[in-house]
């Protein structure tokens, strides 16, 4: 322990710590809490039972009631032990309530019910993990879809904006065409238009494409982003005009050029894209909020917001199917979180 | 799946030889041009035309040429106003109330969000143990999606949440957040400056770490106090990434929808009801569908965040001169 106080209050260079260290780390430590304590609580109230769940104040390990199975009753029932009255300290089961009074019976008499005060009583309670608030989720409704529709979507969008944007961005980094300029401009331009101003007529569009309601409907007007062509030209800027002339003397063709040569050439950029890619596209919310109506199409996202209405009260699903939601994007921070922070800091969001 | 989409790719090969052939010098750039251009084309200069288009129609047909022709009758609609600063004065009141709520929000979000997000740099970019960690701990939330991050604050914050149990242990009465306007906005802003704090960092702290040691050494050389370090050398120097960063914060602060709307769902009442918002009720979850006017919205929501992008791409630029 004292290491680990000794290691944690180390400062590199100086010798004491300033009051300034100890604001910073108490500040870090702030922060530590305020990220991560909301998706723990989150990910610890998954696994209540709905009793727990409504339970005030709420406790931070997940409690349920110890159950025990008497002949004569078809339900489990709840055990309970006695703190006061005539049976204080006996372990009994209730067999149902009753306004203020319980109707109890011992466990070695199951027979015979004997009433005993609520505040009597003090349920026996062990941690458990309510592991049916997730099995529900794939029995009660239709999560695999959703999860299917949401995965088909980041896919096969993210492997379309990847090509596409890869050649578009190939094309203005490798020659030099009339009209170039005005590409280039053109792709500021598209920057400058988000989707969020263009809703109605991308919805209209869509729609004349027949598009509308199918996962193609959100999967192609998404598919070609400015973002992405500015990092990967960027990118394909540094890879040396020269070792594209020697292809041509062997007679590569341009196309065996982008795709054999320059392509493997801007893997760490393409990473980076398709990291950024896929973290969009899980998390999209309003256009397929737009393009999507039956929900049988719903992504996740959709799922979870239409849910949350209607389910007010079903908290213990809800929360399940929160925690299922983030679980790829968290799995993903794990592995991949250097890239992502260079990826977003060079491109500037999106 | 990558030996599907590579065998494709070589079958491309073929009539892309043939094109190579008719096409002189560096004209084959258009063919690797192509799908990207028709993607624009479909889904970002067409649909800029045709939000004009309806924004200057009128009736609640979808089809364009079903439409009649109203001028600017829309735009009309949406700044009839005897009172600018009073939405009931407004024939559009809750579009009013929307972009009032939208102002309002943008000044809290891209103030609090500047400030946390500048202290945090400047706490990561102090001599700490675990630079790395600590980084991505403020970054996390980042990627989390607004649906997952609404849910969590909401749990967090329901009658018999977690919040009101800390508000009883300090012997303090329980609140039902959601349903009090302001209470309810106050946490529309937290929670959306919560989400997004770590990417800012991040700029800033690259901004931070940009600044060359040795001005720092100079001014421990001359004994300069800390207070006045930061006054004098570190805050101008950051300046030019903090004005990148309060402009592209307030780019995405006009375009907040998500979060706040799985979060609130605009309530209670209008409260919390952002400009997005009334563009998507107004064009899409309402009936009729009242295309022209989200459209005619759309269009003065494009003008303000058009002019934001100018902003930060002269921001950008001068910091990369710089």
């Known amino acids: 322990m004292a290491k680990a106080i000794d290691f944690l209050t180390r400062t590199r260079g100086h010798g004491k710590l300033h009051w300034t260290d100890w604001f910073t780390y108490a500040y870090l430590l702030f922060g530590i809490l305020l990220m991560f304590g909301p998706v723990v609580w989150l990910v610890m109230s998954s696994f209540k039972t709905d009793a727990e769940l409504d339970r005030f104040p709420p406790r931070f390990l997940p409690y349920a009631a110890q159950t025990v199975e008497l002949e004569g009753y078809s339900k489990p029932l709840p055990l309970y032990k006695v703190v006061s009255g005539e049976l204080a300290g006996e372990t009994v089961a209730q067999v149902r309530r009753i306004g203020l009074t319980s109707q109890v019976v011992r466990l070695d008499a199951p027979d015979q019910i004997v009433k005993i005060g609520l505040k009597d009583r003090e349920p026996i309670e062990r941690i458990s993990i309510a592991t049916e608030n997730y099995t529900n989720l794939f029995s009660k409704f239709d999560f695999l879809r959703f999860f299917w529709n949401s995965t088909f979507i980041t896919v096969v969008a993210t492997v379309i904006m990847l090509i596409v944007n890869s050649m578009a961005a190939f094309a203005l980094a490798k020659y030099k065409f009339s009209g170039r300029a005005a590409v280039m401009a053109m792709v500021i331009g598209v920057l400058m238009i988000p989707q969020t101003v263009v809703l109605v007529p991308l919805f209209i569009v869509t729609k004349e494409l027949g598009m509308l309601d199918s996962l193609w409907g959100v999967i192609v007007p998404g598919a070609a982003t400015p973002t992405g062509i500015f990092l990967l030209r960027q990118y394909m800027l540094t890879i040396p005009d020269e070792i594209l002339d020697a292809a041509r003397m062997d007679k590569a063709s341009e196309w065996k050029i982008y795709w054999r040569i320059v392509l493997p050439l801007s893997a760490p950029a393409i990473a980076v894209l398709a990291i950024l890619a896929i973290m969009w596209r899980w998390n999209d919310f309003l256009w397929p909020l737009i393009a999507l109506s039956r929900s049988d199409n719903f992504t996740l996202q959709l799922a979870l917001n239409s849910f949350q209405g209607e389910m007010t009260t079903q908290w213990s699903s809800l929360l399940a199917m929160t925690v299922l939601t983030l679980l790829p994007v968290a799995l993903v921070f794990a592995f991949l979180q250097k890239y992502i922070a260079t990826g977003i800091a060079s491109t500037g969001g999106k | ?322």
């Open chain 2, 1 to 322: 799946m990558i030996r599907i989409v590579s065998f494709f790719m070589d079958l491309i090969d073929i009539p892309m030889r043939h094109a190579q052939r008719y096409l002189r010098g560096h004209s084959i750039a258009w063919v690797f041009l192509f799908p990207n251009l028709v993607l624009f084309g479909l889904f970002a200069f067409l649909p800029i035309l045709l939000n004009v288009a309806y924004a200057f129609t009128g009736t609640d047909n979808i089809m364009l040429w079903d439409r009649t022709y109203v001028a600017g009758e829309n735009f009309a609609a949406l700044t009839a106003c005897s009172n600018y600063l009073d939405a009931n004065s407004c024939e559009l009141d809750l579009f009013w109330r929307s972009v009032h709520n939208t102002l309002l929000f943008i000044v809290l979000q891209v103030g609090i969000m500047v400030g946390v997000s500048l202290v945090t740099a400047l706490i990561l970019n102090r001599r700490i143990r675990a630079r790395g960690f600590f980084r991505s701990v403020f970054f996390f939330p980042v990627l989390l999606s607004p649906v997952v991050v609404a849910l969590i604050w909401k749990w967090i914050l329901q009658r018999n949440g977690l919040m009101n149990a800390g508000l009883e242990q300090l012997g303090l009465e329980r609140v039902v957040w959601m349903l009090d306007r302001n209470w309810a906005f106050a946490w529309s802003v937290f929670l959306s400056v919560w989400a997004h704090m770590g990417f800012y960092t991040l700029i800033l702290l690259a901004g931070l770490q940009a600044i060359p040691r040795d001005v720092y050494d100079a001014a421990t050389m001359d004994a300069a106090k800390p207070f006045r370090t930061f006054y004098r050398i570190t805050l101008p120097l950051l300046m030019p990434t903090m004005l990148v960063v309060m402009v592209l914060a307030l780019i995405k602060g006009v375009q907040t929808f998500d979060e706040v709307y799985a979060f609130t769902g605009g309530g209670p009442g209008s409260a919390t009801t952002l400009i997005i918002q009334y563009i998507y009720e107004t064009g899409f979850a309402g009936a009729p569908r009242l295309f022209g006017l989200a459209s005619a919205a759309s269009i003065i929501l494009a003008l303000v965040l058009a002019a934001l992008t100018f902003l930060q791409l002269k921001f950008t630029r001068r910091n990369a001169d710089g």
